[in-house]
């Protein structure tokens, strides 16, 4: 069955450093998102992507933050200076059609930052 | 604004009874409701969804909610609990053109 991959499992970066966070989202899908999930809080909606252009996204996806699909097959979430308050559990999602899709999602990145 | 309450942060059951999980939105029309699963290491799976109709859904892995509008739950059961259910199960809420909103989550322990 094809999955949603993300990489790394695990970063751990110093505050004001930039970050990358890579997604494989399933081939044919064609609506891409990103969540992040603080220790012992809910999952948070940042942004959609469709058609190589942000369609939605949340306050919490300030200018520090970027999306880009740099190829056929990629989906990244940089995070352009650190924060203490970023370190959360980042998870990419995938769906063929839009929001109310089934959405697929990966099995995360847990970002540290100290 | 939506809004999701998970009113159980831990539940523990015994393995072969049956679990109800509670789930509470916020919404004025019509919402389009989630139930996902997340296994430890694992990303979220849905286990099923209402959008209209039955308001008794079945989703994957013997589990099925019910929607009820006057009392704006959404409330996931499974007449028989196994180990392997053990994990963390999140709500979730849209309007149809929102995002996903999620509530805080509900862990689930199994026991012998």
């Known amino acids: 069955e094809p999955e949603v991959t993300q990489t790394p499992s695990h970063q751990v970066t110093q505050m004001g450093q930039e970050v990358i966070l890579r997604c494989v989202p399933i081939?044919?899908?064609?609506?891409f998102y990103w969540y992040r999930q603080i220790l012992g809080q809910k999952v948070e909606f940042l942004v959609s992507?469709?058609?190589?252009?942000?369609?939605?996204k949340s306050e919490i996806f300030d200018d520090q933050f970027s999306v880009e699909r740099p190829d056929g097959s990629n989906f990244t979430l940089k995070i352009r200076s650190t924060k203490l308050e970023d370190s959360a559990m980042y998870f990419c999602?995938?769906?063929?059609?839009?929001?109310?899709?089934?959405?697929?999602f990966g099995p995360g990145t847990r970002l540290t930052v100290l | 604004a939506q809004s999701v309450t998970q009113p159980d942060i831990h539940i523990t059951v015994s393995e072969g009874a049956s679990l109800e999980l509670r789930c509470n939105y916020s919404y004025g029309a019509t919402p389009y409701l989630f139930w996902y699963v997340q296994s430890p290491g694992q990303g979220l799976q849905l286990l099923l969804k209402y959008f209209s109709g039955d308001t008794l859904v079945q989703g994957i892995k013997g589990f099925e909610a019910e929607f009820k509008r006057s009392q704006s739950s959404f409330n996931l059961r499974k007449p028989s609990v196994h180990w392997s259910d053990a994990a963390e199960y999140f709500c979730?809420?849209?309007?149809?053109?929102?995002?996903?909103?999620f509530g805080k989550g509900t862990r689930l322990s199994v026991i012998a």
């Open positions: 979730a809420v849209s309007s149809g053109n929102t995002p996903l909103v």
């Open positions: 999602a995938s769906s063929e059609q839009g929001v109310t899709d089934t959405q697929y």
């Open positions: 081939s044919n899908h064609l609506y």
């Open positions: 992507f469709y058609n190589n252009e942000i369609s939605e």
